[in-house]
């Protein structure tokens, strides 16, 4: 039985007449930038040059494939000026991180990991990833204490 023309006309006209729900943000950057705060939504980030890295950690099973933006391009989008970023996470986690970091290291906000979206299950929607398998001296438990997971703000000092 094929739906009438009243019957898709009237589903049309309901669904043109519910709300459309704007994305929410995931990540807030706050502090010395050019215009804080900014809140970020998932399609903001995704606007930003994606790249991708394979990296060993220390809370995952073998080498995951990471996608996401480089930490340094965001805070280069936002014109940050300072030392160091105080990275918070969903569950009141917070390190500070030297920007030095991410001039020296491409680090990446994580947005993916081996081709799916992270979820807060799973340490998103945003990742602090670093190439530790890159560079030996990221092999240290002082860079693995700023592999933020969760991450819903960058406050830059």
Do not use: C
């Amino acid at each position: 039985m094929r739906p009438s023309r009243l019957a898709i006309a009237t589903a049309l006209l309901i669904t043109l007449a519910l709300p459309v729900q704007a994305e929410v943000p995931v990540l807030t950057v706050t502090g010395q930038i050019a215009r804080a705060p900014v809140e970020l939504t998932q399609s903001d980030l995704l606007a930003l040059p994606q790249h991708r890295l394979t990296t060993s950690t220390t809370v995952t099973d073998g080498t995951p494939e990471f996608e996401g933006f480089l930490i340094r391009d965001l805070l280069a989008h936002l014109e940050a000026d300072g030392e160091t970023v105080v990275a918070l996470a969903l569950n009141d986690y917070r390190i500070e991180i030297p920007l030095t970091d991410f001039d020296e290291f491409d680090v990446i906000g994580a947005l993916r990991m081996n081709g799916e979206s992270l979820s807060p299950r799973d340490k998103g929607p945003v990742w602090i990833v670093y190439p530790r398998d890159d560079h030996r001296e990221l092999q240290d438990m002082r860079y693995d204490t700023r592999w933020v997971w969760q991450l819903v703000s960058l406050h830059v000092q």
